[in-house]
């Protein structure tokens, strides 16, 4: 096995965008490819089919790479809960909140599992390719690093580092960090690139000529230009590609404090007349056609402070005014009448009022639901099939609703293992599940548009996992296009 490690000048250089791209061109090429990041804090994490929890980022890669997303493929996976501390999610299985200073003092036993886990896949891949986190040279982390370099010198492979020019500086981001790297690192370069320019390319014409001056032994690979269009999800859950997309009808997604599983807004945007907009004041909720409470890694502190903004009376008059509201997973738990956390185990402890829109409570425990499923939503005219998955710590129970007018009704079913079971609720234009991607169904959006009564909608005419697949491959053709690859090839030979 031989490992290439992609590693950025900053956070958000385009890390993970790159080991996507990358993944999917040398899967082309006939190469038996992997991702791989040892390390990773995101609240937007992915279920794997035999229930554990890795980061959105590497199953994203695993699936461009042509492979089925494992907990190998990133085996520490932070989980940011508030005030310092998170979940350590290890090999897949949830663990304890751990604050930082404490998680530090594990490093080299954690880096054991790291080695361990990079052992896993000599055997398994003709290349692994690794992702780092952050600056490989951040120097006060450099002794506690297990992403960036440790591992890539460990495997004695090589890495390729990227730089932001949109963040401007881009000379002295790439020429610093690598004079900043140990020797024994420096001598594994295989190559940098330019990524996100924007504009007319020939003005960069020069760009190699400065580079060498300063780096003669680093190879150019070339400048990427950014495409908006190409841009597939991020780890970032507050990063900008959650941000307002589209035009037409407002549906508005709020943004938590702990936002977790910020993609499954994503799918809308293939549709057209339908505009998500991310918000967190009382005064982007005026026009609001739908309101959609996403996950959370914290329930109820986010819960709090949708009481505390003011969001949770808008809400509420906005459901009076004839709105749907959605819940999903923390957004679901949020819509009932209770959340109880006795001992704090899914964040802050104690008890809190919901928003009341659906009869039920819910009490937090120390087990973790992780799993995938097969989601089953039916109409009159039309029953869709997909693949979803739950992530979640509370227990949701109904509460006697024999006075709920109108009473609630399930709101879709579950393949779980053969079993075929009822998922989350529904009354009165309120939905709720526990399912992360339940607007990978197209019907699912499709019916939620009629609940809303929006007009000039247009469904989108591809399915997600299709759009998925072409994005990967358009992304593969922009880094053929404008990147010297060479130094890749020559290596794998």
């Not at 791989?36 to 699936?63: C, D, H, P, W």
């Not at 080695?115 to 120097?139: H, Y």
């Not at 120390?366 to 989601?375: I, L, P, S, W, Y």
């Not at 939620?448 to 990967?472: D, E, F, G, R, T």
Request: charged share 20%.
């Amino acid at each position: 096995m031989k490992a290439i490690s992609v590693l950025g000048t900053s956070s958000n250089a385009g890390k993970s965008w790159m080991v996507t791209a990358l993944g999917a061109w040398l899967r082309r090429q006939g190469v038996r490819v992997a991702p791989f990041k040892a390390q990773n804090m995101s609240n937007n994490s992915y279920v794997t089919l035999e229930g554990g929890e890795i980061g959105r980022a590497q199953a994203v890669q695993a699936i461009a790479c042509g492979m089925r997303p494992i907990a190998e493929m990133n085996p520490i996976l932070l989980k940011p809960s508030g005030k310092g501390t998170s979940q350590l999610v290890l090999l897949g299985r949830a663990g304890e909140h751990i604050a930082a200073v404490d998680y530090y003092q594990h490093i080299e036993s954690l880096w054991l599992t790291v080695a361990e886990t990079l052992e896993f896949w000599r055997d398994r891949c003709d290349l692994l390719l690794l992702e780092g986190a952050g600056s490989p040279v951040e120097l006060n982390l450099m002794q506690r690093d297990l992403v960036n370099l440790r591992p890539i010198v460990h495997l004695q492979g090589r890495w390729l580092l990227v730089g932001d020019i949109e963040k401007g500086g881009v000379f002295a981001q790439i020429i610093g960090t690598y004079h900043l790297m140990p020797a024994i690192a420096q001598n594994l370069g295989l190559g940098f690139v330019v990524n996100k320019f924007r504009g007319d390319l020939r003005l960069f014409n020069d760009a190699e000529f400065h580079f060498h001056k300063h780096m003669p032994n680093l190879p150019y690979l070339g400048v990427l230009p950014y495409e908006n269009d190409l841009q597939p999800e991020s780890e970032d859950s507050l990063c900008i590609e959650a941000e307002s997309k589209g035009s037409g009808a407002k549906i508005a997604w709020i943004r938590f404090p702990h936002l977790s599983n910020s993609q499954d807004s994503q799918p809308w945007q293939l549709d057209l007349g339908i505009a998500t907009c991310w918000i967190d004041q009382v005064r982007d909720l005026i026009d609001a056609q739908v309101i959609i409470l996403p996950g959370s890694k914290n329930t109820l502190s986010d819960l709090q402070w949708l009481w505390s903004t003011g969001l949770a009376s808008a809400i509420l008059e906005a459901h009076q005014q004839g709105v749907p509201i959605v819940g999903i997973c923390g957004g679901y738990q949020m819509l009932g009448q209770v959340l109880r956390d006795r001992q704090g185990v899914a964040g802050n402890a104690g008890e809190i009022r919901g928003l009341g829109l659906l009869p039920m409570r819910t009490e937090f425990m120390e087990v973790k639901q992780v799993r995938q499923v097969t989601a089953i939503y039916q109409t009159e005219q039309h029953t869709d099939r997909w693949n979803a998955y739950e992530i979640h710590m509370g227990i949701t129970e109904p509460i006697n609703n024999l006075d709920q007018s109108p009473p609630m009704q399930p709101f879709l079913q579950v393949d779980d293992a053969g079993t075929r079971r009822d998922e989350g609720w529904q009354s009165d234009r309120v939905w709720g599940t526990y399912l992360h991607g339940i607007f990978e169904s197209p019907q699912v959006r499709q019916s939620l548009v009629q609940l809303a009564k929006i007009a000039n909608y247009q469904p989108a005419k591809i399915l997600w996992q299709a759009h998925q697949q072409q994005l990967y491959n358009s992304m593969a053709d922009l880094i053929e296009t404008h990147l010297d690859l060479s130094a890749v090839c020559r290596y794998l030979a």
